[in-house]
């Protein structure tokens, strides 16, 4: 059973970071890619960041770029996101999701989610 398990959520207060884990099991993920979304209370989910199998390509939404790293270890099936200089927009709960295709990430399709975990930033 395939399984994406987030972590490193928390609270934290504004300017400060945090680091998100997404941990993969249960297939090879060899070649897929990797991405984190998020949802905040009352809004769509949304596209933050992705990357390829080899991590030298990733992708980021306008609201997080130059704030935010995406980074994987695939000896580990771990996907990163480093979060740096949080805002209270950046408040959601944040999930990673695989797919093949590096497109359809960056479109928010995906075959694969994790259950997410929640980050919450206060002014």
């Known amino acids: 059973q395939v399984q994406l398990v987030e972590s490193g959520g928390g609270l934290v207060q504004a300017g400060g970071s945090l680091r998100l884990s997404c941990a993969a099991s249960?297939?090879?993920?060899?070649?897929?890619?990797a991405g984190w979304f998020r949802q905040a209370p009352g809004k769509e989910r949304e596209f933050v960041a992705a990357i390829n199998w080899s991590g030298d390509s990733t992708y980021y939404a306008d609201s997080v770029a130059g704030r935010f790293t995406i980074s994987r270890d695939n000896a580990k099936n771990t996907v990163y996101l480093q979060m740096n200089s949080l805002k209270p927009e950046d408040t959601a709960v944040y999930y990673c999701a695989y797919d093949e295709s590096l497109r359809s990430l960056r479109r928010g399709r995906a075959n694969y989610w994790g259950q997410g975990t929640q980050v919450t930033v206060s002014s």
């Open positions: 249960g297939r090879t993920f060899s070649g897929y890619s």
